[in-house]
């Protein structure tokens, strides 16, 4: 908006009235192109000297949520090797469930020797093949499930925040099944007791990376609840510094109308009942002639 006002020349047509309003005029016209170059501004932050105390509080928000948005990626990093972990895990069960079931079959006493030999030679091709889905299980080339394993996600600054997980080594000889004969009804039994009790050690462990994932999914959907507080928070700061912007324009708008263009010749005509004495009443000027 483009507002007319008087030269200093034409100052001589003004009654001392007037002259003070049109100061004041120009004063408001100042602070209405400060407003509008704030308001330009995609991200308003105020200068210093005029408001200090909100260029704290922006700051220290977008720092606190540049460090959620850091945890946020760790958490769903997190998240995604449990995932893994917990596929691996799943699937070395069955196997162990096969390994168990055919060692169940072979100590049952009326099964026959031959038939013992049969699940025998079944039975030690699953030891490898669980040796090779353990190596498989990876994240990032980082082992999940030979014992290597070790994690704390630390997802904020409090130790409320970590999450500690370790895997341990699924591999058949650390369960001490890559030694197993069925073959006699003694060797199925010790076979079958060795088979539960690793059914037993990676029960553990899926409750170990349940809990993690469990925990992780957690802290992330609080720490998602804190960052949309602080932009929430840090938004309504800049609504609130943008609508007093809004509103001095209004001001300006309100009390500078395109009337503010008349010649001061035509003013001085008028007796003094002109816009800049209604602008004098409008703004409630403290002036008195």
Request: no cysteine; aromatic share 4%.
């Amino acid at each position: 908006m483009v507002v007319k006002l008087f030269q200093p020349s034409e100052a001589a047509f003004l009654s001392p009235k007037l002259r003070f309003t049109d100061a004041k005029v120009r004063e408001t016209q100042t602070l209405f192109n400060a407003s509008q170059n704030q308001l330009k501004t995609a991200y308003h932050v105020s200068p210093p000297k005029e408001d200090p105390y909100q260029i704290v509080i922006n700051e220290r928000a977008r720092l606190k949520v540049r460090k959620l948005a850091q945890s946020f990626e760790d958490a769903q990093n997190g998240m995604l090797q449990m995932k893994i972990a917990a596929t691996g895990l799943k699937s070395a069960r069955n196997v162990l469930l096969e390994m168990r079931s055919l060692a169940l079959k072979a100590a049952d006493a009326s099964t026959a020797d031959g038939d013992r030999v049969v699940l025998n030679t079944k039975l030690s091709e699953l030891p490898a093949e669980l040796d090779e889905l353990v190596n498989r299980m990876k994240y990032n080339q980082t082992k999940l499930m030979d014992g290597s394993f070790s994690a704390n996600f630390k997802l904020g600054r409090s130790a409320h925040y970590h999450v500690k997980v370790k895997i341990d080594d699924m591999r058949s000889v650390a369960l001490e099944l890559n030694s197993l004969d069925i073959s006699s009804k003694a060797g199925a039994a010790s076979a079958y007791t060795k088979i539960d009790a690793a059914l037993e050690k990676l029960q553990v462990n899926v409750g170990r990376v349940k809990g993690a994932d469990k925990k992780i999914a957690t802290i992330l959907s609080t720490r998602t609840s804190l960052s949309e507080s602080i932009s929430d928070n840090s938004a309504n700061l800049r609504n609130r510094s943008a609508a007093r912007d809004m509103i001095d324009i209004m001001k300006v708008q309100l009390l500078q109308p395109d009337a503010t263009a008349i010649s001061p010749k035509e003013l001085h005509k008028t007796n003094n009942h002109t816009v800049l004495d209604l602008l004098a009443n409008a703004m409630d000027l403290p002036f008195r002639s």
